[in-house]
Structures are given as C-alpha cells and as structure tokens.
C-alpha cells in the first residue's frame, strides 16, 4: 500500500466548476506539501502545511491531522489550472526528512 | 527556482555510457535530495546529503552515484549499471523551516539512443 494516496488519479471539469483534490497518507508526519506540475516538468511548491487551512487566491488547502487526510480545492476553475497536482508528505530526521509523494492527480479544466 | 539549478534539461545518454546531471544551489542548503519521476508514478528518493561529503542511498540508489565535495552542487551520476534510466529527475533541498516552501530544480529528463 502506498504512503500518499491521492484521488482522483485524473479529472476532467468545465472551467468555473468547482475542484477538490484529496491526499490520504499513512504515516506521521511533520509538515504536508501541495505541488503543482506543469507539462514541462517544472515543479511549484502551493502550500505547506502541518495544521488548519491555508488559501491563495483560489486556491484553498486543508488538513486534517486526526485523520490523516489534506484537501486541495480550486474555486472558478480556469483552463491554466490545468495541470498535475501532487501530494507530498515530509517525515522526521534523517532520510524520513526527504519526502514521500503521492502519484499526482491530473486536472484537465475545459473552457 | 528557489535558488536550485538543474541542467542539461534534456539529456540523451547512449548504451553503456555514464552521464552526469547537475544540481547546483546558491541558498546555502546544507540538505539536498535526488528524486525520480517515471511516469503514473509519484516521485522517489535516489540519494540524499544531509552536509558535505556526506550522502545516503535512498529508495532507489542502485545504478547511481552522487558527490557533495562542496555544499552548492550536487551531482548525480547515472551510471551503465542503471538498466532502466529513462526518466524526469528533479533535485531539491530540504528546508528546516516548517513554514517554507518546497522549492525544485527544473528538472532534467533522460532519454536513451
């Protein structure tokens, strides 16, 4: 089983809909990241976080430490958002300080 | 970005021939990390260093080998014992800080002739 779950694998949606991309992980963790992809390859740090709820324009991300479970939620989705968004979970110390990433979720928003 | 720099971006590597991809930095990170990304695949550990002259294997270590004679690169050579190294490799450090981003190099991908 997978460290970092993610889902949906992929995803397709109408620009202005409403997005949520979830993250389920298994182990303890000491700070949760959310990663966008582009074609290219290029990766862009989102969010990092270890508690609560963050937002950046349209992007909204939380998490729940209980139950081991982050949303990532896009607002009047665009075209531009579309891309691969990734999951990634940092542990404690030593190689447990590298991160454990999910799969990706690959968002196709129609215009 | 975030001060990481990775080149080539694209790489072609002929049959039994080592090659080396580049990761510099210029943030003073004394951790950096290796990463694969094949695709459907999310990314995994090759190797780490946590302070100079200094590295770990990770996940996926074998057919590769890395150096850290100085903190701002990092370099990670594929060698011919790596069967299977057509991939996306990404470089990024590890930040200390809880609240800061997680910042990549651009990435290369390597493809083989």
């Known amino acids: 089983k997978n460290e970092v779950e993610q889902s949906p694998q992929n995803l397709t949606a109408q620009e202005g809909e409403f997005i949520t991309i979830n993250c389920s992980y298994s182990?303890?963790?000491?700070?949760l990241h959310w990663l966008q992809q582009h074609p290219g390859g290029g990766i862009v740090s989102l969010f990092m976080?270890?508690?609560g709820k963050k937002k950046h324009g349209r992007l909204i991300a939380t998490i729940n430490i209980q139950e081991k479970h982050s949303s990532l939620h896009i607002t009047a989705s665009h075209p531009r958002d579309s891309a691969v968004y990734i999951c990634a979970v940092r542990g404690y110390g030593g190689s447990q300080g590298n991160l454990i990433f999910g799969k990706g979720t690959k968002l196709s928003v129609k215009p | 970005d975030g001060g990481i720099t990775q080149s080539p971006k694209y790489l072609f590597r002929k049959e039994g021939q080592n090659v080396t991809l580049s990761c510099e930095q210029n943030?003073?990170?004394?951790?950096m990390y290796w990463y694969r990304q094949d695709p459907g695949q999310g990314l995994r550990l090759i190797y780490y260093?946590?302070?100079?002259?200094?590295?770990q294997k990770g996940d996926i270590a074998e057919g590769y080998s890395v150096s850290r004679e100085k903190k701002e690169s990092f370099p990670l050579t594929v060698t011919s014992a790596q069967k299977n190294p057509t991939a996306f490799y990404l470089c990024?450090?590890?930040?200390?800080?809880?609240?800061?981003?997680?910042?990549f190099g651009d990435g290369t991908r390597l493809s083989i002739l």
């Open positions: 260093s946590q302070i100079v002259n200094d590295f």
């Open positions: 976080l270890s508690s």
């Open positions: 182990v303890g963790i000491s700070a």
């Open positions: 943030l003073n990170h004394d951790a």
């Open positions: 990024a450090p590890h930040l200390r800080g809880l609240d800061q981003p997680q910042h």
